[in-house]
């Protein structure tokens, strides 16, 4: 689960990471009010409008701006307030449609007042699945364009592994200061920063936290003014906190609704609609289909109660990507028999009536027999099949 960058910096300091302060807004008057807070605490006429959307590169699509006095403030929180910004990380990157704005940050220019003696740093923390333990990813090229950094000059891009028994050690947050070529007072800062934010990784159960840009400010203070922060959804449950602040407005409508109904559902850029029991067998039919020359659609896994109901959602959730031209319904009855599969799926067929693409059912396990049956007998106009390869050859069939 993703959180948006106020969100994320509200986490960071409550475990003492020190944040670039602002408020949310989500009208222009509430930006306004929260201009004038921030002016009347920081003594500054400068602010930042930050658009709030679950996606990288805000800036290059001119979804961040400084504002130099009330009357900017107000121009460019109007501006960004209801775009559609679009930048290299939205659907179909710059060329795509964009994400609506709905909210704003009104944030502190945290440069001021000396913007030359400041210098952008580049933090992540995330999991090493190949070394199985954390990492914390740094460089001293902080900014818009850290990929290219990578890409171009990997050298400048150091890494901190965290043995998971012994958890961050006192010397590695010395050696990440030290080789951020920090000092004095900014080096000890910078210890204390990188500390509390993997107390606050751990303890919010993230599968990523992105800091782009860490700022040393001029008077050698480290603060996160930026933040990229995921949760990991299985562990939600530890975190009812947490887990309010899921904004299902950023995400797939799809796949929010297949979340409501207790489907798991990634929505893919395929031809090939899937309906699967099983995260295993799910990523083999995938695999089937790319072989039988189609694409997948979509991850779908109805889990082990594949009754009628679950599978007239799950046909009613693949058919809204007008993409798919065929769907492939692959069951193991192991928990669930077959033959109940079966009828689900002749129910949900006739329930639904308007389906016009193909369908392929290949059940396998207790009672197959008995479901093929019901499946060839049911006059519709579903194919049936009993081998993975036979179920492969019929998609390759219908996409012909």
């Known amino acids: 689960m993703n959180l948006h960058e106020y969100q994320g910096k ?5 475990f003492g990471v020190p944040i670039q302060e602002g408020s949310v807004a989500t009208t222009l008057e509430e930006a306004m009010s929260a201009y004038a807070k921030l002016k009347e605490e920081k003594g500054s006429e400068f602010a930042v409008i930050k658009a709030q959307i679950h996606a990288g590169g805000r800036g290059k ?8 006095n009330a009357d900017q403030v107000q121009e460019y929180a109007s501006a960004i307030l209801g775009m559609m910004l679009k ?6 990157g710059m060329e795509g449609p964009g994400k609506l704005v709905r909210k704003i940050l009104i944030a502190e220019d945290a440069y001021a007042p000396d913007f030359d003696a400041c210098s952008e740093i580049y933090i992540s923390i995330l999991m090493d699945r190949e070394r199985k333990c954390n990492v914390i990813v740094y460089s001293t090229e902080g900014g818009m364009d850290i990929e290219k950094v990578a890409e171009e000059t990997p050298q400048l891009v150091h890494k901190e592994y965290i043995d998971p028994a012994l958890g961050l050690q006192s010397f590695q947050t010395r050696k990440i200061a030290f080789n951020l070529g920090l000092s004095g007072t900014a080096f000890k800062n910078m210890t204390k920063f990188v500390g509390s934010l993997y107390n606050a990784f751990v303890s919010s159960d993230a599968s990523l936290f992105e800091i782009n840009p860490c700022l040393k400010t001029g008077d050698d203070r480290i603060i996160a003014v930026d933040s990229k922060v995921s949760i990991d959804d299985n562990a939600l449950y530890r975190h009812p906190d947490l887990a309010a602040m899921r904004d299902e407005d950023e995400e797939d409508p799809t796949e929010v609704e297949a979340k409501k109904s207790g489907l798991s559902y990634v929505n893919l850029d395929g031809n090939v609609g899937c309906m699967v029991n099983g995260a295993g067998l799910a990523m083999a039919t995938m695999d089937i289909i790319k072989l039988s020359g189609g694409e997948p659609a979509n991850f779908l896994d109805v889990g082990g109660t594949a009754d009628a109901e679950r599978v007239e959602i799950a046909f009613r959730i693949i058919l809204k990507d007008p993409s798919v031209k065929a769907i492939l319904i692959n069951i193991f009855g192991g928990i669930v028999r077959c033959d109940r599969v079966a009828n ?13 693409v193909p369908i392929i059912v290949r059940l396998q396990g207790t009672n197959a027999d008995i479901a093929k049956k019901i499946i060839d007998e049911s006059g519709l106009e579903v194919h049936s099949a009993i081998q993975l390869q036979e179920a492969a050859d019929l998609v390759a069939k219908v996409l012909a």
Request: proline content about 6%; cysteine-free.
């Open 10 to 14: 509200e986490l960071l300091k409550s």
């Open 61 to 68: 699509g001119g979804g961040v701006k400084i504002a130099k």
């Open 87 to 92: 930048t290299p990380q939205t659907p179909g």
């Open 344 to 356: 689900g799926v002749v129910q949900a067929y006739r329930n639904m009536g308007n389906i016009k």
